[in-house]
């Protein structure tokens, strides 16, 4: 039978590794993807979602369950995220060859959606689009997309009120639309 | 503000699934009988769509194994100190705990004071003011040791039948 | 989740600042002092150190005797201007008044007796919670050395 995150929790805090691991396999992902969304740059996102599940394990001891675990970590990777940005600037979704490594094999070009060309430029000015929004909206944006979660869970993640991250929202959609307006 | 902009302003919170009831339901048949804010709801709908495929089509699937090796690697290896100082501060001195911790600091300080009063030898303050002595016309000498800030009364007693024998009270002296 | 500490944070610091004015206030009027009189006995026959008085080597090393032991432990709450005898060795009496608290210094009336012979009498102020030593009467082939501590309650 499968155990609940919860499960796995109580188990990593009593030094099980194992349930710790298994918590990462099925959070690294989405995890990876979110910070993907927030830092715009593989090598950064990569090493801040390792660093995120590492201080995780280090303070899983004073997690006591008052929210999910999958918001907690959000949290985690949520600050660790704006935390780096802050620290550096890098290019956007630049990555070395060395990283392949990393990733499992993809034929991009052959799933990529944009295969038409206007719709690759749209691509390209959207990721630009979102990388200079602020680290606050792009957190609300990369959430709520990524996610799909309510603005509940979003407000617990960043330390604001559901109203604070409708009207994040709604300004950093309006300024996405704006910098977009040739192409939606 | 127009009814137009409200209903903008309200179009993501709806789409979003967030408004629900009487406010989702005025949103709703507003865009159906407005062509500008269907038109809207149309230009909204794409940039989720986009988005949407944007975040995730960039994101590569992760290899799980080397992901945990590097994160175990983390786990395993020895912090330096400074690190480890800076983890523990911000852990221990978040803003929850430190409601407690200041009165629990205060108390602690105070509890300190309190206890250096005491004469556990070198304290601060144990220095003792002599404001009068009789010794009833037996010698007295009057000490104060700098090391344990004490005051010392030393009693030299006469021989004559008070001492318990006669060359006992010449032991009595002290060394000092 | 800070809206549910609050409310404990603040009662504990509540909790707190009233026992702090409570202590802060006994400790302005105190009611009595508790005076403690440890006898030891210092010798210079062979080098025994009591363990029952810890702490108080330092205080005793300018006397130089090579031994000390401890003869007796006397604890009494005694009012103010009243005075409380404590019995010591030799036939020996030792009576405390308590005079006046200023500064948290404690004002002490001291007289030492042997029967109806009276050996020293002195007043002096200790710090609250302090001591201060008087030695010198012989016993037992040593002299006696009080450490005289007192404490406003």
Redesign the interface.
Known sequence: MELSDWQLVEKSQAGDADAF?EL??RY??KV??VI??LMRN?EDA?EV???T??RA???IK?FQG?SSFYTWIYRIAVNNSIDAQRKQKRNP?DFHESMD????A?N?VA????ADVQDRE??EN??KA?NELTPEHKAV??L???EGM??KDIGEILGCS?GTV?SR??YA?KK??DK?SAF? | MSPCETIQ?SL??WL?G?LRGADGEAVRSHVASCADCAAARG??E???L???????????????A???R???R??EAKRPWHEQLI?WCQ?TLSAPRLAWAVPAAIMLVLGLLSFAKWPVGGQADNYASVESIDAHGRNVALLRDDKTKTTIIWLYQNPEGENENVEEAAKSGPAF | ?LKKLRSPALLFSLAFLTVAGWLSAAEKNPQSVQVRIRTILGGDKGDEFDPKLKGMEQQLKPLKHRSYRLLKDDTQTVPWQDGKSFEIPGGRSLTITPQDFQDNRIGLKVRLTQGDKPLIDTTVKIANKGNFILGGPAHEGGSLVLSISAAAQ
């Open positions: 691991q990462v396999s690294h992902q990876f993807m993907l969304g593989r990569l979602a390792q660093e599940f590492f394990f280090r303070k004073s008052g979704l490594g990393l990733f499992e993809r991009e799933k990529d959606p944009f749209l691509r959207m990721s979102i944006i990369v709520r997309t990524i309510s603005y559901e409708m929202l709604h959609r996405l639309q977009l939606l | 302003e993501g919170p979003d967030e230009r909204l794409k940039l989720q986009t988005l949407g495929t944007v975040l995730s089509t960039e994101a590569p699937q992760l290899k799980f080397p992901f945990w590097e994160v175990e983390r786990i983890e852990s | 989740m």
